[in-house]
């Protein structure tokens, strides 16, 4: 298995640096030429978004709630359905217009150069946790199912990650991506219909469980985890997925607002569709080893020990997939703001085509060495998640929303959500130990103070200046 898993890693590095024969230009290499069409859009999505959180976390969240572990990744189907038929259009509109690259070229156009560097600023600190995390469930599983410690699992999948993508960008990531996709719907499929064949089927997944969950109504409910908890969820989740620069940037690659609509919106079909998937495996793993030390074992010790060994590898590969290719969106989403955002900043000057595209290639063999490091120190996915996804959406929800759809908003209303967001966000989660106010968790607090503030800065704004505001930017 060892053996299949290393000469997978090997062909794929082998394709980013064939694909990265195509890449010439910075174009190429942030946007993919804008020459993406519906499927290579969809399998580059689908593939960001089936990462650690969706298979070893969502598995690990069926393990410990059962059935309602499905909001987890639903929630994420349902913010791409927001995006796919709402704000992506619109946002690849005025990249196309204005030759946009990153979302950071979208606030300065907005707002200003303020806002952008501080808005890349704090995602830089995220984006580094998500990449973490999904190193960390490359090396668990490694270690789990194949016998390599977790630290060097975690560095095999950050220098094949690192490597394909610093050679081919959002091109070759877009075919590979478009592999590792097939390799998980084939896994997943095979993998749930035998673990589920192997317990009795759905009837016999039930009847084992009312003999060993603690609570068998709510663990097969789809709302057993309870509204506090879907809420919890559903805030962090489905605004993430309709503002994450990492996404939002890999659709500026997109031909047409056609394939942004087809390509984004079939995935977030597939996501509420595939939410069953791991949700189902935890559950199952639940019935086999109850008194696993962790939950986070889930899924490692199913492929290990509840499936055949060829599809315990194939599965493996499948999640080795699913890791790596939402890292690769990670560090797509760093390199290019460190590149478009970072690099003016540094030479003080508007970089040339070629100093673009070195900055993004450095930037992400510096961003894959650091979240290494991070995936070694942290010892839980869904916590290196959740610290991505709330301050992604706390940073980003009302600036641009707000940004988008209203001429209002200005630089001082953009900065002072961010200054009450983040902040609010964090008091709260210390406070009360990152459980909330009740069905106010600590995203939710600070989504709120972010849009009250980006609100009463927005209203101090006269009308009749708000009318003569053309679309771009918008000076205090």
């Given amino acids: 298995m060892l053996t299949f898993i290393l000469g997978y890693a ?18 190429d290499f942030f946007v993919a030429g804008r020459r993406l069409n519906t499927p290579l859009l969809f399998s580059t999505f689908l593939a960001a978004n089936l990462g650690a959180g969706t298979t070893v976390g969502a598995a690990s969240l069926g393990y410990d709630y059962g059935l309602s572990a499905w909001w987890w990744v639903g929630s994420a189907g349902l913010g791409s359905l927001v995006l796919a038929f709402w704000i992506g259009p619109r946002i690849h509109h005025l990249a196309t217009v204005y030759n946009l690259y990153t979302v950071g070229d979208f606030l300065e156009l907005r707002y200003n150069q303020a806002v952008r560097l501080l808005t890349a600023g704090i995602l830089w ?74 317990v009795g089927g759905w009837g016999g997944l039930q009847a084992r469980l009312l003999e060993t969950a ?20 559903a805030v962090i989740l489905i605004p993430s997925f309709f503002v994450s620069p990492g996404l939002l940037q890999k659709l500026f690659g997109a031909r047409d607002e056609g394939v942004v609509r087809r390509a984004v919106g079939l995935q977030g079909l597939c996501l509420l569709v595939y939410s069953f998937f791991p949700t189902l495996l935890g559950m199952i793993a639940f ?27 194939l599965m493996l590969a499948a999640i080795f997939s699913a890791e790596i290719s939402s890292a690769d969106a990670v560090l797509f989403m760093i390199s290019t703001s460190v590149a478009r955002d970072l ?45 991505f996804y709330s301050l992604l959406t706390v940073t980003l929800f009302a600036p641009l929303l707000g940004g988008l759809f209203s001429r209002r908003p200005t630089a001082s209303a953009a900065i002072a959500a961010m200054a009450a967001g983040v902040p609010t966000t964090l008091a709260v989660h210390a406070a009360t130990f990152g459980q909330g106010f009740g069905v106010v968790s600590p995203a939710l607090a600070g989504i709120a103070a972010s849009v009250v503030f980006f609100t009463l800065f927005s209203l101090r704004r006269p009308v009749s200046a708000v009318r003569s505001v053309p679309l771009g930017r918008v000076e205090d």
């Avoid at 603690?214 to 809420?231: A, D, N, T």
């Avoid at 040339?352 to 996915?381: N, P």
């Fill in 287 to 313: 019935v086999r080893w109850p008194e696993l030390e962790s939950s986070g074992l889930a899924l490692p010790k199913l492929l290990a020990d509840g499936l055949p060994t060829w599809l315990g590898g």
């Fill in 10 to 27: 090997v062909v794929l590095a082998a394709l980013g640096l064939f694909l990265s024969r195509s890449v010439r230009s910075a174009g």
């Fill in 125 to 198: 600190l995220g984006a580094l946790a998500i990449l973490a995390g999904q190193l960390l469930a490359m090396g668990l599983a490694l270690n789990v199912v194949a016998g390599i410690p977790q630290a060097w699992g975690c560095a095999l999948g950050g220098v094949i990650v690192t490597l394909y993508f610093t050679a081919g960008g959002l091109w070759g990531s877009a075919w590979i991506n478009s592999l590792q996709v097939l390799i998980k719907a084939v896994g997943f499929c095979l993998a749930l219909g035998w673990a589920l064949q192997d």
């Fill in 343 to 387: 690099g003016p900043a540094i030479v003080r000057a508007p970089l040339t085509d070629a100093q673009m595209l070195r900055f993004g290639r450095a930037a992400a063999v510096v961003a894959g060495a650091l979240g290494v490091a991070l995936a070694i120190w942290l010892d839980s996915i869904i916590a290196a998640l959740v610290i």
């Fill in 214 to 233: 603690p609570q068998p109504e709510r663990y097969l409910s789809l709302f057993g985890v309870g509204m506090r908890g879907i809420l919890a969820w």
